[in-house]
């Protein structure tokens, strides 16, 4: 059975490197993908990825920019832990989840999983930004460079899982 993953490039392009996961999913799209893939680019609007999530997937890797304070450039690989908003008071959930135009991967996850759309096989592919608050357009040099890192380490994400599920 083909597993349905979404690949899903984050990002504003007009904020330097905080465009580095369209980037990516603008490679990706590029490029041969497994059955069952499909790069959409959600740009900075967190519920057009819920809008998204409600088609029913199997599995989500969200390329981003990520700051983790490591040198610019760095490629991570992130399982995320999603809150359960059940487990939250009204005043934590209002924070977490109210104001959507504030939406990170992270809350958008929130929200998707609040609302029974979110696969249970998630993962972010992340990138530490050198500058992801500028106004301007284009990547610095140390993470345009690593689009390609980002590219190739998505595509080996999607092959180990679909290994792991062949062998069930």
Same mark, same amino acid.
């Given at each position: 059975?083909?597993?349905? !993953? /979404?690949?899903?490039?984050? @990002?504003?392009?007009?904020? @330097?490197?905080?465009?580095? @996961?369209?980037?990516?999913?603008?490679? $990706?799209?590029?490029?041969? /993908?497994?059955? +069952?893939? !499909?790069?959409?680019?959600? +740009?900075?609007? +967190? #519920?057009?990825?819920?809008?998204?999530?409600?088609?029913?997937?199997?599995?989500?890797?969200?390329?981003?920019?990520? =700051? &983790?304070?490591?040198?610019?450039?760095?490629?991570?690989?992130?399982?995320?832990?999603?809150?359960? %908003?059940?487990?939250?008071?009204?005043?934590? &959930?209002?924070?977490?989840?109210?104001?959507?135009?504030?939406?990170?991967?992270?809350?958008?996850?929130? $929200?998707?999983?609040?609302?029974? %759309?979110?696969?249970?096989?998630? &993962? #972010?592919?992340?990138?530490?930004?050198? =500058?992801?608050?500028?106004?301007?357009?284009?990547?610095?040099?140390?993470?345009?460079?690593?689009? @390609?890192?980002?590219?190739?380490?998505? /595509?080996?994400? $999607?092959?180990?899982?679909?290994?792991?599920?062949?062998?069930?």
């Amino acid at each position: 059975m083909i597993q349905r !993953t /979404l690949v899903a490039g984050v @990002g504003n392009v007009l904020r @330097g490197d905080d465009g580095f @996961g369209v980037a990516v999913a603008e490679r $990706l799209a590029r490029s041969s /993908l497994p059955d +069952g893939v !499909t790069v959409v680019e959600t +740009g900075i609007a +967190g #519920i057009a990825l819920v809008q998204e999530l409600q088609q029913g997937w199997d599995a989500l890797v969200v390329v981003d920019a990520v =700051d &983790r304070g490591r040198p610019p450039g760095t490629v991570m690989v992130i399982e995320p832990e999603i809150v359960d %908003v059940g487990a939250l008071s009204w005043d934590e &959930r209002n924070d977490v989840i109210a104001d959507m135009h504030l939406a990170t991967p992270e809350r958008v996850m929130v $929200l998707a999983r609040a609302l029974g %759309v979110l696969p249970s096989w998630v &993962r #972010i592919v992340g990138c530490q930004p050198n =500058d992801a608050e500028s106004v301007r357009q284009g990547l610095s040099a140390d993470v345009g460079a690593a689009v @390609g890192l980002a590219a190739a380490e998505v /595509l080996r994400l $999607l092959a180990e899982r679909t290994a792991a599920e062949d062998v069930r």
